[in-house]
T-cell receptor, first 113, second 119 residues
Framework: GAGVSQSPSNKVTEKGKDVELRCDPI?????LYWYRQSLGQGLEFLIY????????KSGLPSDRFSAERTGGSVSTLTIQRTQQEDSAVYLC???????????FGSGTRLTVV | AQTVTQSQPEMSVQEAETVTLSCTYD???????LFWYKQPPSRQMILVIR??????QNATENRFSVNFQKAAKSFSLKISDSQLGDTAMYFC????????????????FGQGTILTVHP
């Protein structure tokens, strides 16, 4: 596609439920990144994909968080047993090559009630 | 580990005036990139300007320019002739490069500065 697409745009979920956030990167972009932006805060790195593998997942805050990427394209970030502190905007970005210019999506705003 | 600090939570400027946003960073690396990103209410992060640490010349991009002081680890953004469309949150970010000049591209961000341009 022309840009990085994220869905849903907004998600409200009850505490304890699982959620899946989707990122569709620019076609051909090999590198994909997930970041989290808590209210009024900067962006916090979560995970990096090169193709379908994740050489760096050091930013995932707990084992409730997982992510996968399939076909070198779409990525899904899954949060199990959501907690209120998981409320944030989750941003995805892709680049043609690692270290290249990022293109960001518009993010998913997750609210846990 | 790298840290990026933006000490101005909010700034405001009159349309057509000039404003400078501050950023300092801490790193032991000698080879890196620095960035300024803009985040309007649409949430999508937009690259404003990039500076390679090995370049002494300050990067410029139309009305946007930086003052890169490597020894002081300072990287400020100057916006000239401010426009209403410049209203947004601005983030300073750091990308470490390997000795070979490559990187897998992980960015470390500051906390952001909300800029409001008044008519």
């Amino acid at each position: 596609g022309a840009g990085v697409s994220q869905s849903p745009s907004n998600k409200v979920t009850e505490k304890g439920k699982d959620v899946e956030l989707r990122c569709d990167p620019i076609s051909g972009h090999t590198a994909l990144y997930w970041y989290r932006q808590s209210l009024g805060q900067g962006l916090e790195f979560l995970i990096y994909f090169q193709g379908n593998s994740a050489p760096d997942k050091s930013g995932l805050p707990s084992d409730r968080f997982s992510a996968e990427r399939t076909g070198g394209s779409v990525s899904t970030l899954t949060i199990q047993r959501t907690q209120q502190e998981d409320s944030a905007v989750y941003l995805c970005a892709s680049s043609l090559v690692p270290g290249g210019t990022y293109t960001f999506g518009s993010g998913t705003r997750l609210t846990v009630v | 580990a790298q840290t990026v600090t933006q000490s101005q939570p909010e700034m405001s400027v009159q349309e057509a005036e000039t404003v400078t946003l501050s950023c300092t960073y801490d790193t032991s690396e000698s080879n890196y990139y620095l960035f300024w990103y803009k985040q309007p209410p649409s949430r999508q992060m937009i690259l404003v300007i990039r500076q390679e640490a090995y370049k002494q010349q300050n990067a410029t991009e139309n009305r946007f320019s930086v003052n890169f002081q490597k020894a002081a680890k300072s990287f400020s953004l100057k916006i000239s002739d401010s426009q209403l469309g410049d209203t947004a949150m601005y983030f300073c970010a750091f990308m470490k490069l390997s000795a070979g000049g490559t990187s897998y591209g992980k960015l470390t961000f500051g906390q952001g500065t909300i800029l409001t341009v008044h008519p």
